[in-house]
């Protein structure tokens, strides 16, 4: 049986002049996969009882997250980094 990611219509999400992907998306083309600003992302593996206080997991496409939380970023002017291997955003807060 397919995940609830698995049934979501997939798209690829621009943030600067790179395309973010799921790495496991079976929609993707030889060419996507090819393309060099296209960066194909890992979801990590759910670990039940994980001490991690700032990750969290979601049966959402990654690149619905993402695209959500770049834009709130991008326009409250905060900086970021995107991962080049897995879904993963980073970024500093100050008070």
Request: glycine letters at 4%; one cysteine or more; proline letters at 3%.
């Amino acid at each position: 049986m397919k995940t609830h990611i698995e049934t979501q219509t997939r798209r690829g999400e621009a943030c600067g002049n790179k395309i973010y992907r799921w790495k496991a998306d079976s929609e993707l083309t030889e060419v996507e996969r090819n393309d060099p600003n296209t960066i194909l992302l890992d979801l990590k593996d759910y670990q039940e009882g994980s001490n991690k206080t700032h990750g969290f997991f979601s049966t959402m496409p990654p690149e619905d997250i993402f695209s959500q939380l770049t834009q709130k970023m991008s326009n409250i002017s905060q900086q970021f980094v995107v991962s080049d291997n897995i879904w993963k955003v980073n970024f500093e807060c100050k008070k």
